[in-house]
């Protein structure tokens, strides 16, 4: 079982609608949270990161984490075709400290 | 934008060959990691820099060394690049809150021929 689970996609969202993306962790006592976007060819960008259970909005996005399911989610209103990219979830573990990466889920917004 | 580059961009070397990749960064942030990024497996950590002359192994070490003898450049070094070390690599430096956010230099585009 990888330590962080996402699914690969693609997923397909018509524009202006909700896209929600889905993060699964193996180590409960993870401690922080994080989104990155990256486009084609270019380097993961951060989008925002969470640590509290709930929800967190920035923008158009919106961090959710349940830690007692050991999920993380990003949902995006009002998808444009800029939304366009793959997302990775990342995690701390609780020890040493370290960022772990899921491999991403590919996001198409459909015009 | 963290301040960070990667020199080559690009590079297409043969087997066997020793390969240095640079990283340099301009605002003094103590923690420096390479990764590398291949299909179905995400980002996956080489080696990582804590300090000048202060490295440590990532998950996925083998064939790779790096150094740091100063705070700005961080090099990576495939001592006889194999076909399976073709991939994409990531340079990134940890700064803000939480301490272990990562920002990524732009990446180096590497073929083992």
């Known amino acids: 079982q990888k330590e962080v689970e996402q699914n690969s996609g693609p997923l397909s969202v018509p524009e202006g609608a909700i896209a929600s993306l889905n993060c699964t962790y193996s180590?409960?006592?993870?401690?922080?949270f994080f989104w990155y976007r990256q486009y084609s060819g270019k380097s993961p960008e951060l989008i925002m990161f969470?640590?509290?259970?709930g929800d967190k909005e920035d923008g158009r996005f919106t961090a959710q984490l349940n830690k007692a399911s050991q999920y993380v989610s990003l949902l995006i209103r009002d998808s444009q075709p800029s939304d366009s990219a793959t997302y990775l979830c990342?995690?701390?573990?609780?020890?040493?400290?370290?960022?772990?990466f899921g491999s991403g889920t590919r996001l198409s917004i459909r015009p | 934008d963290a301040g960070i580059t990667q020199s080559p961009r690009h590079k297409v070397t043969e087997t066997g060959t020793p390969v240095t990749l640079r990283c340099h960064q301009t605002?003094?942030?103590?923690?420096m990691y390479w990764y590398r990024q291949d299909p179905g497996h995400g980002l996956r950590l080489i080696h990582y820099?804590?300090?000048?002359?202060?490295?440590d192994k990532g998950e996925v070490s083998d064939g790779y060394s790096v150094s740091r003898s100063k705070t700005e450049d961080f090099l990576l070094t495939l001592e006889s690049a194999t076909s399976s070390q073709t991939s994409v690599y990531f340079c990134?430096?940890?700064?803000?809150?939480?301490?272990?956010?990562?920002?990524f230099g732009p990446g180096t585009r590497l073929l083992v021929l």
């Open positions: 990134a430096i940890s700064a803000g809150q939480p301490q272990e956010t990562q920002y």
């Open positions: 180590d409960r006592g993870s401690q922080s």
């Open positions: 969470i640590y509290s259970n």
């Open positions: 990342a995690v701390i573990r609780s020890s040493a400290s370290k960022i772990i």
């Open positions: 605002e003094n942030h103590r923690y």
């Open positions: 820099s804590y300090g000048v002359k202060d490295t």
